[in-house]
């Protein structure tokens, strides 16, 4: 376990790479300076020259920094410039003004929270995560603002919550304190989808029932492919919505995200609550039909296809509408939907046959149903991984047989 004698220490250990938080690196000018570009492409009348106190942190690792208009940047840093504009932005766009409150849960080592306070310096941001991660966003944090006022929640302090802080950091097993505390906007980016299922559950019902808050932004995997007919754990999809949403933002892979980040699909949204004074479950199927209607009209696995089918099924499921999502989802696999996601071709195995008997044989004992299928299919001379599937299709089919 890494030891370190100073606050530094640990802030350069987890705005590392290595460090498993981001996927943070050096050397790539080109890309910081794409999406310095297509930043400003993406939110017009926003223009980075104009801000010079939205830079890199002096505390990051110094390799991964390169200077446009003398001002510090890393790819990382933009990657969190991206959700913050998209949040705050969406929001503003609404009709609610600058966000007062905002919740994070899975902040890692702060780079969000960082970004939200330099340009919202009056804002009261909450950082849930595990405790090994507070530890390094609390060192950040506190180096970034040393004059900031800030709470760490435990079972003895739990009634300073009423007071104005900047920063909160909340332990995941101390969440249950914030029942009943209302938040402009919760966000999750990349942790939803390292999350089991019943993990997914949890963080959706603290959402949704057990704190207040009028919108919700994610940027998670989205259009998983899985072979052999198995997934890790049982996190088909997420993050797992209730009817009472109203889309936003809905965007498939946009290239801000992956240019940097092209090793699987990613789904950013921005999602509305709708008061709970409004909820009229009786007219949930009528909403669902509406919207299905017009995701016909879109062009088949098309963002705004997607978004129109994926929101009527959140409010009310019918064999109609999953059926139709599920075809969508075979399209996709037909013609991948990242432009950079290559189909495997035909394997050749003639060269390592023999290691391969030895390999395929203890698959077929493990799981001989998937290995058959995938074996057949390489023997007609199809794809070599033609039964692989999106964990979302899991899902879905699974939603089916419940209805």
Same mark, same amino acid.
């Given at each position: 376990? *890494?030891?370190? =004698?100073?606050?530094?220490?640990?802030?350069?250990?987890?705005?590392? %790479?290595?460090?498993?938080?981001?996927?943070?690196?050096? %050397?790539i000018r080109s890309i910081v300076d794409f999406k310095l570009r297509?930043?400003?492409?993406?939110?017009?009348?926003?223009?980075? *020259?104009?801000?010079? =106190?939205?830079?890199?942190?002096?505390? &990051?690792?110094?390799?991964?920094?390169e200077e446009f208009w003398d001002t510090p940047y890393s790819n990382i840093f933009l990657w969190h410039t991206n959700f913050y504009l998209r949040t705050s932005t969406t929001f503003s766009d609404s009709g609610q003004g600058d966000i007062k409150r905002a919740i994070e849960i899975g902040c890692g080592y702060g780079g969000l929270a960082r970004i939200y306070k330099l340009m919202n310096p009056g804002i009261s941001y909450t950082l849930v995560d595990l405790p090994e991660s507070l530890f390094f966003a609390h060192n950040f944090l506190m180096l970034n603002f040393p004059d900031a006022k800030i709470l760490y929640l435990n079972e003895d302090n739990q009634q300073k919550l009423d007071e104005h802080y900047d920063f909160v950091f909340v332990p995941v097993q101390a969440s249950p304190s914030l029942a009943g505390r209302s938040f402009d906007v919760v966000t999750n980016t990349g942790s939803l989808q390292e999350m089991s299922g019943e993990t997914v559950a949890f963080w959706m019902d603290f959402i949704e029932r057990q704190?207040?808050?009028?919108?919700?932004?994610? &940027?998670?995997?989205?259009?998983?492919?899985? #072979? +052999? %007919?198995?997934v890790s754990g049982d996190n088909l999809i997420c993050p797992i919505l209730d009817p009472y949403w109203k889309s936003k933002h809905f965007k498939i892979n946009p290239p801000v995200i992956t240019t940097d980040a092209h090793s699987t699909n990613w789904l950013e949204f921005y999602v509305e609550r709708i008061p709970s004074g409004e909820w009229d479950d009786c007219e949930l199927p009528r909403d669902a039909a509406e919207m299905s209607e017009q995701a016909r009209l879109e062009s088949k696995a098309s963002d705004e296809w997607f978004e129109k089918l +994926? !929101?009527?099924?959140?409010?009310?499921? $019918? =064999?109609?509408?999953?059926?139709?999502?599920?075809?969508?989802?075979?399209? &996709?696999?037909?013609?991948?939907?990242?432009?950079?996601?290559? @189909?495997?071709?035909k394997v050749d195995l003639s060269f390592w046959w023999p290691q391969t008997v030895r390999v395929f044989r203890a !698959? *077929?004992?493990?799981?001989? @149903?998937?290995?058959? @299928? $995938?074996?057949?299919? #390489?023997?007609? %001379?199809r794809h070599f991984f033609e039964s692989s599937e999106y964990s979302e299709e899991r899902f879905y089919k699974k939603m089916l047989t419940k209805l």
């Open positions: 376990m *890494a030891q370190f =004698e100073i606050a530094e220490q640990a802030v350069l250990y987890a705005n590392h %790479g290595s460090a498993g938080f981001d996927h943070r690196e050096g %050397g297509e930043l400003e492409r993406l939110f017009p009348g926003f223009i980075f *020259a104009e801000h010079p =106190e939205l830079r890199e942190s002096l505390y &990051c690792d110094p390799e991964s920094i704190i207040e808050v009028k919108a919700f932004f994610s &940027c998670n995997y989205f259009l998983k492919l899985n #072979y +052999w %007919g198995e +994926w !929101m009527s099924i959140w409010k009310f499921p $019918t =064999e109609e509408s999953i059926r139709e999502m599920l075809y969508g989802l075979r399209v &996709c696999k037909q013609r991948p939907y990242k432009r950079d996601l290559v @189909r495997p071709k !698959m *077929a004992q493990l799981r001989p @149903r998937p290995f058959v @299928r $995938t074996l057949r299919s #390489y023997r007609r %001379g």
